[in-house]
Structure formats: structure tokens, C-alpha cells
């Protein structure tokens, strides 16, 4: 159902003092404000998923015409917001309705590049997810911009390109990390580096890791804030290394150099009990712990799987990772062993966690729903919710489900 509707002045006014009051700006746990949701893990609070995903359970609920993008939509409140490249030039942000799909604003500013040759297939368009604190949108800019929106308006209330600031090098596939959003700062990988900014003003409060982000400029992979030895710590992933950053002062408390073909560290680590799991492009999967006082990590086990873009989700002890080579992995994580492996899917997969099932958005367009079960590959259903590629990660709010097409956005609610 693709919605055109004709409103009169007077209706508009109604419709955006109403949505203006309505989104107050706490975040609530069944959001999913930012990369990977409101636990930057994949996690979804809400219900048990019904064993099906056809119509009768999933519910298309309405769907909107956009320009390309890589952003996942995320969800805070009672709108959706999206992004996408528009005829190669500009960089557009919307908010809609999430129950209605009702288009609320659109914000946009000049900005877009091309990639290298041997990724132009995939495509030059917006990259990031954007994060959101339930008052302000951050929004991630190809040519390594940061832009911070008014949720209830659009407006701009600061924007800041780290190019200028520092003096750097233009990254050649863009600004590809997700921002995150923690207290009263903002924490990207950008301008060559690792950056906490005020949240409030984009001012630069520190900038570290300034190895130039690896071959062919800043990194891909989205940090995560976390607690080991009852410490608060920022993982951050550049192209050459995984870091332990102290989230107040910016120093490195550690840093792990990991093997990857041309720094292509892209999934997000991921921890368990005190354990961090990362895998990546011609290099290993891999699970380190640090002990204390040391400036390095100590592997636990290593293995051959290897990732690519997608990053992973983790169910009682075992680890879901979707593969360079297209397959799907269940992985032990106490031991490395491989459970089992499927047979190929798409180039990329998101995923979405509740209880023992895992929501799959592939991006050949498919809709999986498997049992994260280590005995076996269990797929429940199957549907296609798209007719072009999803590369957007998927994102789940109550009984809502968001996905990102490359021509579109689209809103399933389970019944």
C-alpha cells in the first residue's frame, strides 16, 4: 500500500503540532533509537514471534517511495526515521508516522562522492545508521559530516565537518560508522580518528586512534559502549586494530591489531561474559579477553569463518554470524567449534534477536525467521519483502517491523 495523500494547510498544521507534542523525547526500552538498537547487540524487547511470516501473521502496513541508501530506519517514539541519497547529489533525512506512515518532515544539504571502482556496484550513496537520544537525531553524512536535527522539526541545531575541523582526508568509501549516543557526548569514527563530541554543541571534546582509519581513510566498524572488570569502556574497531578507549578521558586503555584484507574490520564486536567475539574479511573469527593491566588481549580461540559486512547476533552461548562466503554460522563460543553452516544467501544479512528465534533481513530481499538452535540450521519461514536489495539493517519496535529497501521503506506489524 503506497500512501499519496492531499492535505489542506490546515491539516498539515494539526498534523505537525500533534506529532510536535507527541514525541516528548525519552527513550523508551521498545525503541530502537540507533545501529543494532537500543543495546547496539540486536536485541528486541517485545513478545514471543509468531512461528510464521506469512499475511496472516505479517501484516504489511504501509510502504513509501525513497532514493537509495545504506541507513537503517530507526524508531523513537512515534515516528521512523530514514535517510537517502537523491540524484547523486543530496543527502535527504525523513521522518514519518510510524503507525501511518504519514510523511512529518524532510531535512536535506548538499553532499555526496563517488567510491572506488571495485565497490561502485554496490553503490555511492548515504552509509551510516543514525542514532538518536529521544531529542535529537545524529545523522552521518557521506563526506564525513555530522549533522544533529531536531526530532519534532527537522531543523538543524548544529553540523560539523570533520574534514575542516582537522584537516583531513576525504574517506574514499565515505562516512561509513554509525554514530553512538552515551550521556551527554557522541562518540563517531571520523576525520582519520575516534571523536567524542558534546552532544548539545558538536564540540570536539577529544579525538584519538589518529592512524588515518587504515587503507583508503576512516573505519567502518560502529562502536559500542560496554562494562568489563566493572569498567565502563568504548570497543572501537579501526581498520587496523580493535580498541578498549576509556569513555571519559579518550585513553586507550588497550589496543589488538587484527588481520584483515585492506582493513576491511567491518562488523560491530560483540561482547559475552567478559569476552569479546570479532571476525573479519581474509582474517579469523576470533574471541579475546583482556586481563588486567595488560595493553594487549589475550585470544581465546581462533577460527577460520570469516566475515564480511554483516554482524552478529548471540543466543545461549552460541554466536549467529553470517560469512564472506554467504553461508550462515552457529559458532560455540566457549570453544570456536562450528555447529553447523548453511548453504549461500545474499552478499549481506541483518539480524534481529528475541528469545530463541532470529529474525533475518537479507539483501537479495528475503525475510527469514530461524530457530537459534546449535543442533541444526532450523528455518521456520521464509518471505520475500522485497524486490530489489536491503542493505539496510532491519529494525524491530513492539510488534513493528521496519525494513529499508533500496527503493523504499516499508512497515509490517505482526498480528
Known amino acids: 500500500?503506497?500512501?499519496?495523500?492531499?492535505?489542506?494547510?490546515?491539516?498539515?498544521?494539526?498534523?505537525?503540532?500533534?506529532?510536535?507534542?507527541?514525541?516528548?523525547?525519552?527513550?523508551?526500552?521498545?525503541?530502537?533509537?540507533?545501529?543494532?538498537?537500543?543495546?547496539?547487540?540486536?536485541?528486541?524487547?517485545?513478545?514471543?514471534?509468531?512461528?510464521?511470516?506469512?499475511?496472516?501473521?505479517?501484516?504489511?502496513?504501509?510502504?513509501?517511495?525513497?532514493?537509495?541508501?545504506?541507513?537503517?530506519?530507526?524508531?523513537?517514539?512515534?515516528?521512523?526515521?530514514?535517510?537517502?541519497?537523491?540524484?547523486?547529489?543530496?543527502?535527504?533525512?525523513?521522518?514519518?508516522?510510524?503507525?501511518?506512515?504519514?510523511?512529518?518532515?524532510?531535512?536535506?544539504?548538499?553532499?555526496?562522492?563517488?567510491?572506488?571502482?571495485?565497490?561502485?556496484?554496490?553503490?555511492?550513496?548515504?552509509?551510516?545508521?543514525?542514532?538518536?537520544?529521544?531529542?535529537?537525531?545524529?545523522?552521518?553524512?557521506?563526506?564525513?559530516?555530522?549533522?544533529?536535527?531536531?526530532?519534532?522539526?527537522?531543523?538543524?541545531?548544529?553540523?560539523?565537518?570533520f574534514k575542516k575541523r582537522f584537516d583531513s582526508p576525504m574517506p574514499s568509501f565515505g562516512f561509513a560508522s554509525s554514530p553512538l549516543v552515551h550521556g551527554d557526548a557522541i562518540f563517531v569514527q571520523a576525520g582519520g580518528g575516534f571523536i567524542k563530541l558534546n552532544k548539545t554543541t558538536g564540540e570536539t571534546i577529544w579525538r584519538v586512534a589518529n592512524d588515518g582509519g587504515g587503507m583508503?581513510?576512516?573505519?567502518?566498524?560502529?562502536?559500542?559502549?560496554?562494562?568489563?572488570?566493572?569498567?565502563?569502556?568504548?570497543?572501537?574497531?579501526?581498520?587496523?586494530s580493535l580498541k578498549g578507549v576509556d569513555p571519559l578521558t579518550g585513553d586507550e586503555i588497550w589496543s589488538q591489531d587484527i588481520e584483515a584484507f585492506r582493513g576491511m574490520n567491518i562488523l560491530t564486536p560483540t561482547v559475552h561474559n567478559e569476552m569479546i567475539f570479532t571476525s573479519a574479511h581474509s582474517g579469523h573469527s576470533q574471541l579475546w579477553k583482556h586481563t588486567d593491566q595488560s595493553t594487549s588481549l589475550e585470544e581465546i580461540w581462533s577460527g577460520k569463518s570469516q566475515a564480511y559486512m554483516s554482524s552478529p547476533v548471540i543466543v545461549a552461548n552460541h554466536i549467529y554470524l553470517h560469512l564472506r562466503n554467504q553461508r550462515i554460522v552457529c559458532i560455540h563460543l566457549e570453544t570456536g567449534e562450528e555447529a553447523w553452516r548453511t548453504t549461500p544467501y545474499g552478499k549481506y544479512q541483518s539480524m534481529a534477536v528475541l528469545d530463541d528465534k532470529v529474525l533475518v533481513l537479507d539483501e537479495s530481499g528475503e525475510l527469514l525467521l530461524i530457530s537459534a538452535d546449535p543442533n541444526g540450521f532450523d528455518l521456520i519461514d521464509r518471505r520475500r519483502v522485497a524486490e530489489n536489495n536491503t542493505w539496510g539493517h532491519i529494525a524491530v519496535s513492539k510488534n513493528q517491523i521496519f525494513i529499508r529497501r533500496l527503493d523504499g521503506l516499508a512497515a509490517y506489524t505482526w498480528k
Open 1 to 161: 500500500m503506497k500512501r499519496f495523500v492531499r492535505f489542506s494547510s490546515f491539516s498539515l498544521l494539526g498534523i505537525f503540532i500533534l506529532n510536535t507534542v507527541a514525541f516528548a523525547g525519552e527513550l523508551l526500552p521498545t525503541d530502537w533509537p540507533q545501529w543494532r538498537g537500543p543495546t547496539r547487540d540486536s536485541r528486541v524487547v517485545g513478545t514471543q514471534w509468531p512461528n510464521s511470516l506469512d499475511e496472516n501473521h505479517l501484516e504489511l502496513s504501509w510502504e513509501v517511495e525513497q532514493g537509495p541508501s545504506y541507513s537503517g530506519p530507526i524508531v523513537v517514539g512515534n515516528r521512523v526515521f530514514t535517510t537517502e541519497t537523491d540524484e547523486k547529489k543530496t543527502e535527504v533525512v525523513y521522518a514519518y508516522d510510524k503507525t501511518t506512515g504519514d510523511k512529518l518532515w524532510r531535512t536535506e544539504w548538499e553532499g555526496a562522492m563517488t567510491v572506488p571502482f571495485f565497490a561502485a556496484s554496490n553503490g555511492s550513496w548515504i552509509r551510516a545508521t543514525p542514532a538518536c537520544d529521544g531529542e535529537t537525531l545524529y545523522v552521518a553524512g557521506m563526506c564525513d559530516v555530522l549533522y544533529a536535527l531536531d526530532c519534532a522539526t527537522g531543523d538543524t541545531k548544529w553540523d560539523v565537518d
Open 216 to 240: 583508503f581513510g576512516s573505519a567502518f566498524s560502529s562502536p559500542i559502549i560496554t562494562t568489563l572488570q566493572d569498567k565502563k569502556i568504548l570497543l572501537v574497531q579501526t581498520r587496523k
